[in-house]
């Protein structure tokens, strides 16, 4: 007898809060050959970066050692030297460790994605809910309840996966979701702050200081 609709165990129980969290999965990028891993291959990344290969963009984040700031593997930037790189899977991973996003090829707009986005494995899932603001008005442990595991094994997870905690992934889309609206649109920056998910606006510039080193306020305007 032919049974309809996701087997048991198969889907994780949503609730409506969640399921509008979550935008629909983009099959054209499940499909993308270079999987979530390729980030730990970095002969294949140092090729990529060579070549400015649109397929890595978003798959993994070159680290510059020498200058602290990070890229695109699209970046159109004088290529620093391999032994003075080394390669990230996130943006967020990236300013973990302390590297500022390159203002050439603007790594936090990168617009593909490791293989694991477009899957609904946890992390995926996660990260998604963490790009719809879930972490702005909950913590960490309701988001891994939501995902149905621990909070200790989630920030294994993301660490393995993602490179960084949930909540410096979340940290920052809203940097990130804040500089976009800064400089492509008018909006008061206070608006702006609160709008990206902020707590306050001295939140806000704090974060655009250890980020960008440079206040809001100078990226007005500056859409490239
Ligand atoms: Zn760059």
Known sequence: MATFGPRRG??????????????????????????????????????????????????????????????????????????????????????????????RCRPETAQGSPAWRGTRTTVARGMRMIDAGFLDAHTVGELASRLGIGPRHLSRLFMKHVGATPVDAAGTRRVQTAKRLVSDTNLPLADIGFAAGFKSVRRFNDAFQKTYQRPPSSFRGTRA
Do not use: K
Request: proline fraction near 11%; aromatic fraction near 8%.
């Open 10 to 103: 198969e889907q994780p129980a949503l609730t409506p809060a969640n399921r509008r969290a979550i935008p629909p999965v983009d099959m054209q990028r499940v499909e993308q050959p270079p999987n979530g891993d390729a980030w730990r291959d970095r002969a294949r990344c140092n090729s990529a970066r060579r070549t400015h290969d649109p397929a890595y963009d978003g798959v993994f984040f070159t680290c510059v050692r020498t200058t602290r700031i990070y890229c695109r593997s699209i970046c159109p930037s004088v290529h620093a030297r391999a032994r003075n790189v080394f390669f990230v899977p996130s943006a967020a991973a990236a300013e973990r460790l302390g590297f500022r996003p390159c203002l």
